[in-house]
């Protein structure tokens, strides 16, 4: 008998330690995945480009927030058990999918990362293939063996479990689309200064970028000899070329930043990012055609707020020249359009149009346009950096979590509330004529 309550130990030790393995891995892809709606948003766009379903692209955002909830789901079932039976074969179905996809890209590499991590891990196309068959092996054991090893909750409240997983990644999912999200990922945090190209700090003149055209073909062009993004070129990537560390900023927390003139596309970067300019707003807008008209009131009233503290106020975009025109004839914008690439500005700052103020070159807070509210901005005495000072996304996330974690605790302490029920439950069963139905109804 000791022999095997050894083995059953053993047993239930495996099969928590894969739970928590296959669990973790999906809980923390869809956390990372719900923290940056915009980022799952573009990289389903992308996927849907390369397999030619292009017609699905207006659904790309709706299926990030669905996806980053279903694995943030998964992966929380798995951790505590519930569902046992249910819940391995979900992700067994997620993998099945998944799986053949990471080795369509890792063969092709139609896309340049899968985007399971977010931009919190960025991993190779082959990585991720390799990733999702250790899964699969793993969810297959638990296929088996979840059944073995009980469950932090009551069966009765089991059905909960997914319910708060799904109201936690869909709240962190709303605020990082509406406002920003809750942790930057990205090259350009808060507090990061934005060091002009060209400046004493170093130029791109060492620097070579890369372009895709529209077959899928990479090339390498020099500062002075980039291609006609009208022509079918799209900015992938920039790398420095070996042996030229003084081009890069010294300082950590520098970055980068390139912004050019509209219809010339010279660099202006060191004319508008400077010592001289101490405050500066800029407006991004990285799909200009899309931006609804109707934002042009509260950016034109931004606009006045921060002109008349002095703040210098830039657009950005990677929009083309007759895009630009387009916008300044119906907006009647009060502020200079720039160039600027299109990966640079949807890493910048998520939203469409989105806002970020600089001081002294460095990151002093970014949001939408949208979750500026007007009435502040009609008040001249309104600080630029205050409107911004209400975020604090550290504070917001915790909460959020500590709400989650402290219903996840709730349940627990119910479980001898719902030890009372299936107790009350089954004296009810021994009932004669009654027990038979009670009992066949257990496994529906």
């Known amino acids: 008998m000791a022999a095997t309550k050894a083995q059953v130990w053993w047993w239930r030790v495996a099969v928590v330690a894969v739970r928590v393995l296959v669990g973790g891995t999906f ?23 390369a397999l030619g379903l292009e017609s699905l692209t207006g659904l790309a955002l709706v299926g990030a927030i669905a996806l980053a909830a279903t694995e943030f789901m998964l992966g929380v079932m798995l951790i505590v058990g519930a569902h046992r039976r249910v819940a391995p ?24 990362d ?14 991720t293939f390799a990733k999702n068959v250790l899964l699969l092996i793993a969810t297959t054991f638990l296929i088996i063996y979840n059944r073995r090893a009980g469950s932090l909750y009551r069966p009765v409240l089991h059905w909960l479990v997914p319910l708060l997983a799904v109201a936690l990644a869909v709240a962190i999912a709303l605020r990082g689309y509406f406002v920003q999200p809750l942790i930057d990922f990205r090259p350009y945090p ?20 890369i372009y895709e055209n529209a077959d899928g073909v990479r090339q390498d062009f020099a500062l002075d000899s980039l291609p006609d993004e009208e022509a079918g070129w799209t900015y992938v ?24 003139d509209v219809e010339t596309g010279a660099d202006v970067s060191s004319e508008l990012l ?40 830039v657009g950005l975009t990677p929009a083309t020249e007759l895009e630009v025109e387009r ?36 990151v002093m807070w970014k949001r939408t346009l949208s979750s500026i509210d007007d009435e502040r901005l009609a008040g001249k005495n309104t600080a630029l950096l205050a409107l911004g000072g209400d975020l604090d996304e550290e504070a917001e996330l915790l909460w959020l979590f500590y709400g989650w974690l402290a219903a996840m605790i ?35």
Request: some cysteine.
């Open 27 to 49: 809980a923390f892809s869809g956390f990372v995945k719900a923290i940056d709606p915009y980022g799952g948003y573009y990289k389903i766009t992308e996927y849907l480009m």
């Open 89 to 112: 074969w979900l992700t067994m179905a997620m993998l099945a999918v998944m799986t053949p996809l990471t080795l369509w890209l890792a063969v092709t590499d139609a896309v340049p």
């Open 114 to 127: 899968c985007g399971c991590f977010g931009d919190a891990l960025v991993l190779t196309n082959w990585q």
């Open 190 to 209: 808060v507090g990061t200064k934005l060091v002009a190209t060209g400046a004493d700090e170093g130029g791109e003149a060492d620097y070579r970028f």
């Open 237 to 260: 990537d920039r790398y420095k070329l070996p042996g030229n560390d003084t081009v890069a900023p010294a300082d950590e927390g520098t970055r980068l930043f390139t912004i050019r």
């Open 274 to 313: 400077n010592d001289t300019i101490h405050d500066v707003v800029m407006l991004l807008f990285p799909s200009l055609p899309t931006v609804s008209i109707g934002h042009t009131y509260t950016l034109n009233r931004l606009t006045d707020l921060a002109r008349s503290q002095g703040a210098n106020v």
């Open 327 to 362: 916008w300044n004839d119906i907006s009647l914008a009060d502020y200079t359009m720039y160039r600027a690439e299109d990966t640079e500005v949807k890493m910048l700052a998520r939203g469409n149009p989105a806002v970020v103020m600089l001081h002294d070159g460095t």
């Open 410 to 444: 709730a349940l627990i302490l119910l479980n001898p509330v719902a030890a009372l029920f299936r107790v009350k439950r089954d004296n009810v069963a021994e009932r004669p004529g009654q027990g038979q139905a009670l009992q066949d109804g257990e496994h529906l």
